[in-house]
């Protein structure tokens, strides 16, 4: 019997399952997002002289939405997406704006999240918001704080109560 084969076989053996693990895992390991949040009602003043306009422009409070993002292991990173769906009426000469006002909080020490704390439009077709890099370990932000402003709302729209829904997705860079 060669002791030295056994030997090598002994390690190789724990070396090719954590191989595969890696790549199982990697392969087959999904980014998720979730949303926290309520509904934003916008209600203008009511305007009380002819000639006056509405302000025009509302925020939400600064944590109206919060997201939890997952990426799986092994230098991945996920692309956080928005866009809206008109529900089921929208004015398209309102427009709605996004942006992140913080980073939420995370236990993984390489991990990094960038881009999105200025405001952007949203479309109706996904637009990234911001990116998220995981290093060596799952990158979980939690409570990753979302604010939403609309543009346009003027006394020449026509009456009406106007809704849409802002919709996320995380995928691949």
Known sequence: ?????????SYLKPLLLLV?????TRANGQRTITVVGSSWNVNPEPITEAGLNYIGTYESASDQLLLTARVPLLLTSGRVSVRYEP?????NALNLSV???GNGTTTCLLCTI?????YQPITTTDTELFNIQAVLALAAFNNIPIQLRLNGVSVTLPTGNY???VIFTIGPN
Request: aromatic share 10%; glycine share 14%.
């Open 99 to 101: 942006r992140r006002t």
């Open 114 to 118: 960038n881009g999105g704390t200025a």
């Open 87 to 91: 529900f089921p009426t929208w004015n």
């Open 20 to 24: 595969l693990l890696l790549l199982g």
């Open 1 to 9: 019997m060669n002791y030295s084969a056994i030997g090598i076989s």
């Open 163 to 165: 809704q849409s829904r």
